[in-house]
Nanobody, 121 residues
Framework: QVQLVESGGGLVQAGGSLRLSCAKS????????MGWFRQAPGKGREFVAA????????YYADSVKGRFTISRDNAKNTVSLQMNSLKPEDTAIYYC??????????????WGQGTQVTVSS
């Protein structure tokens, strides 16, 4: 069973930055596309970013392009999401996911427990 553990969430003022990390247990890791999704109160789960197994291809939601950067380190079994210029509307629980296809949440096989990101205005 693959396990994903997110970390790095917290409270930040608008315009600030946070870096989320996701650690994965068990192999195979390097062959999985990894994604980040988020869910705000009263809303559905929303795609944020994804990265293919080699790191050569990345995908972003329009709402985060130019502000967020996804990266991965296959040697350390981690994937990160650098979030800059945060806005109050970025407030949500952020989930790491593995084994899916780009922005299709239903295609991902494994999910973490989520980490809360709160952006104050």
């Amino acid at each position: 069973q693959v396990q994903l553990v997110e970390s790095g969430g917290g409270l930040v003022q608008a315009g600030g930055s946070l870096r989320l990390s996701c650690a994965k247990s068990r192999q195979p890791y390097s062959t999985y596309t990894m994604g980040w999704f988020r869910q705000a109160p009263g809303k559905g789960r929303e795609f944020v970013a994804a990265i293919n197994w080699s790191g050569e291809r990345t995908y972003y939601a329009d709402s985060v392009k130019g502000r967020f950067t996804i990266s991965r380190d296959n040697a350390k079994n981690t994937v990160s999401l650098q979030m800059n210029s945060l806005k109050p509307e970025d407030t949500a629980i952020y989930y790491c996911a593995a084994g899916g296809q780009s922005d299709n949440a239903q295609s991902y096989d494994y999910w973490g427990q989520g980490t809360q990101v709160t952006v104050s205005s």
